[in-house]
């Protein structure tokens, strides 16, 4: 029943509202900030390796490895799956397409996350993210509220939840899994795993996900890039059947639910979150001379993991041979596919890319989830109560992992809607002050000078402390 009911209001919020509220968000961010995500990609590459301002603060490069362990996961090779299962081949096309525009709306969601950060006063450290752009520049403390209790809802219940399913069903394949007792054996070592990990605060999250990241998906696209060489002669037969089925209208609005319009934009929204509200918490702890500098580099952040990550993996299916069908959706196809070009070693590698995938999605989800705690109660909360609050999100993980795909999905699905609902009309609202820091970013750069960002170079007047 419960199953039913959150499947019924994930299919509302997907047929049409979010995938219009998403493609007409990336426009508007686009063009309003002149196509940054083409026109600024070099730079976004070169500001990504510069040094923090202050020794020992968070880099540019940390902040986009804690964002990129959320987002790079297990939807990078389950949510692909599933999306190609159900939605056909043209689900890449509209991955591609958010991931696109999306790196616009990322852009301009990071840079406010920067403009209207705060600064610890006992540790200097900075922080901020959508709940506190809300409340600083709208003056809406409820709804700087719903918003930071839809995203402790979405990142620490169900994504990680989610994510926990996800692990343990690359396990069915194998023969010692049993349906009834192995996915709950597995949700309790990966809630104590991942517990011992966050119990070690932020601090030793940015350190875990800065090292893992790049070396789990250098790793995972090296091997995609060897069943793409191993199949080359399938590259142009792939790519005719995701443009067909990209425009195939009639069997689109015939089953809008399942078709490659919706899977890919709920699988490519999933991977991404570009506009989710997710990567600017990570965003604002960046110790960065101005704004536009981490709003690159989180733009950057969304073409790693859909043009690259979900590419490759998209690839690495279709170009397999083995056809994807409704039945196999998500670690079944994988390893099927897997297994075909490497045999029995195959769902071994997927079975580990699956569990670095995971824990780095578990964590950075974890660290999200304290800055939002945070804000709630207009402190950092004390070691007792983080305490209590990480048992319970262990607790999640646990259950996660004895759910079924249908009701973990939709379920995320939903939470992950409400936070599009209400960032993305904000950022909307607030896109001035993004738009300006740019226009004063590029001005600077034609000058020669490394950009130096104050409140006052772009007539602000709401609360900046940080950098007035």
């Known amino acids: 029943m419960l199953g039913d009911m959150i499947a019924a209001l994930s299919n509302f919020m997907y047929t049409y509202l979010l995938v219009i509220l998403l493609v007409a968000a990336g426009l508007f961010f686009t063009v309003r900030n002149r196509f940054p995500q083409l026109r600024l990609l070099k730079e ?17 490069f940390q902040a986009l490895m804690v964002s990129t362990a959320s987002r790079v996961g297990t939807g990078n090779i ?35 996350a920067q403009i209207y950060k705060r600064r610890n006063p006992e540790t200097g450290e900075s922080y901020g993210g959508p709940a506190y752009y809300i409340e600083a520049a709208l003056h809406s403390k409820p709804l700087a509220v719903l918003f930071a209790l839809s995203l402790i809802a979405t990142y620490a219940g169900g994504f990680n939840m989610l994510c926990s399913y996800n692990l343990q069903s690359t396990f069915s394949g194998y023969g010692f899994y049993n349906p009834e007792l192995t996915p709950w054996i597995i949700g309790g070592v990966v809630a104590l795993l991942t517990g011992y990990c966050v119990m070690g605060g932020g601090k030793r999250i940015i350190a875990f996900a800065s090292t893992l990241v790049p070396i789990m998906g250098g790793l995972y696209v090296l091997v995609a890039l060897v069943v793409i060489i191993m199949n080359l002669g399938l590259i142009p037969q792939v790519f005719g ?38 990567a600017p918490n990570a965003a604002a702890s960046a110790d960065v001379s101005h704004p536009v500098k981490q709003g690159l580099v989180q733009m950057l952040s969304v073409f790693l993991d859909t043009l690259v990550i979900c590419s490759a993996t998209a690839f690495m299916l279709l170009c397999s041979g083995v056809e994807p069908t409704a039945e196999m959706q998500g670690a079944p196809y994988v390893q099927q596919a897997l297994s075909a070009s490497f045999g029995t070693l195959g769902p071994v590698f ?11 999605t578990l964590i950075g989800n974890l660290y999200y989830v304290d800055n939002a705690l945070a804000f709630l109660l207009g402190h950092v909360p004390s070691k007792r109560f983080m305490v209590v609050f990480r048992l319970v999100a262990m607790g999640l993980i646990f259950l996660g992992a004895g759910l079924t795909l249908d009701l973990v999905w939709n379920l995320s699905d939903v939470l992950m809607g409400i936070m599009v609902l209400i960032n993305i009309p904000v950022i909307a609202i607030l896109s001035r002050p993004a738009a300006a820091a740019l226009r004063n970013y590029t001005r600077q750069r034609k000058e020669g000078k490394n950009p130096v960002f104050r409140a006052a170079d772009i007539g602000l007047k709401e609360k900046t402390d940080y950098w007035n």
Do not use: H
């Open 44 to 60: 976004s590459i070169r500001v990504v390796v510069e040094r923090p301002e202050k020794e020992g603060s968070v880099s540019s």
């Open 78 to 112: 389950i949510g692909v799956s599933v999306a190609i299962c159900v939605g056909g081949y043209g689900a890449v096309f509209w991955m591609w397409l958010i991931a696109l525009l999306g790196g616009a709306t990322a852009f301009t969601e990071s840079t406010l």
């Open 241 to 278: 059947r995701i443009f067909a089925g990209a425009f195939d209208f009639q069997a689109i609005f015939a089953g809008f639910t399942g078709s490659a319009v919706m899977q890919g934009v709920k699988r490519g929204l999933f991977s991404n979150e570009a506009g989710v509200g997710s």
């Open 350 to 360: 997927i079975t580990v890319a699956m569990v670095l995938f995971a824990f780095t």
